[in-house]
């Protein structure tokens, strides 16, 4: 069984950074990509972040020059480090990871950015 299993989220106040982080059970480098989605009360999920098998990486535009995804194939985690963060950055954030014909999510850790 795959598992996915987030942490890193805190409290922050507006203009600090935190790094959450991502393990995995598997090989990272079996799925075809994973991710960052986040989730903010009465708003739809949304996507953060993705980095392909290949090391390919997507952002959202709200994010991007703020927000860097990366992996660590020793220890099978995939990071995303969070500079300046803003208010509207506060959100519960999920991993994800697809794999052919499947998709998986871990729990989810909490962001709070204080103004």
């Known amino acids: 069984q795959v598992q996915l299993v987030e942490s890193g989220g805190d409290l922050v106040q507006a203009g600090g950074s935190l790094r959450l982080s991502c393990a995995a059970s598997?090989?990272?480098?079996?799925?075809?990509?994973m991710g960052w989605f986040r989730q903010a009360p009465g708003k739809e999920r949304e996507l953060v972040a993705a980095i392909s098998g290949s090391g390919t990486t997507n952002y959202a535009d709200s994010v991007k020059g703020r927000f860097t995804i990366s992996r660590d194939s020793a220890k099978n985690t995939v990071s995303l480090q969070m500079n300046n963060l803003k208010p509207e950055d506060t959100a519960v954030y999920y991993c994800?990871?697809?794999?052919?014909?499947?998709?998986?999510w871990g729990q989810g850790t909490r962001v709070t950015v204080s103004s």
């Open positions: 598997i090989s990272i480098f079996r799925f075809n990509v």
């Open positions: 994800h990871s697809s794999l052919v014909g499947n998709d998986y």
